[in-house]
């Protein structure tokens, strides 16, 4: 049963940063990309960052590059998200997910990952 659990958010001044966590098990995910999602109240759920399993290549999302950093630990099965200079805007619920990677190229939309975790709030205060 493949499970991904993060954690780290919380309320934070602008400015402020965080870091999420996100433990993936259940399966091995070296075929697999590891993404970030966010979704604030009333839009949809929109692409952060991604990562590679296996290779380490990054994409992330225009509003996110240069304060946001994502990075993975193979020992401890575990993505991370640094999160500095933190906006207002940045406010949301923060999800994991993991797809299988079939195709070349990035994933960037929610259909292309299979697994999901719970998600954790951030709230960046003005």
């Known amino acids: 049963q493949v499970q991904l659990v993060e954690s780290g958010g919380g309320l934070v001044q602008a400015g402020g940063s965080l870091r999420l966590s996100c433990v993936a098990s259940?399966?091995?995910?070296?075929?697999?990309?590891m993404g970030w999602f966010r979704q604030a109240p009333g839009k949809e759920r929109e692409f952060v960052t991604g990562?590679?399993?296996?290779?380490?290549?990054?994409h992330y999302a225009d509003s996110v590059k240069g304060r946001f950093t994502i990075s993975k630990d193979h020992a401890k099965n575990t993505v991370y998200l640094q999160m500095n200079s933190l906006k207002p805007e940045d406010t949301a619920v923060y999800y994991c997910?993991?797809?299988?990677?079939?195709?070349?190229?990035?994933?960037?939309?929610?259909?292309?990952?299979?697994?999901w975790g719970q998600g954790t709030q951030v709230t960046v205060s003005s």
């Open positions: 997910a993991a797809g299988l990677v079939q195709v070349a190229g990035v994933f960037t939309t929610p259909s292309q990952y299979d697994y």
């Open positions: 259940g399966r091995t995910f070296s075929s697999y990309a």
């Open positions: 990562i590679r399993w296996s290779g380490g290549s990054t």
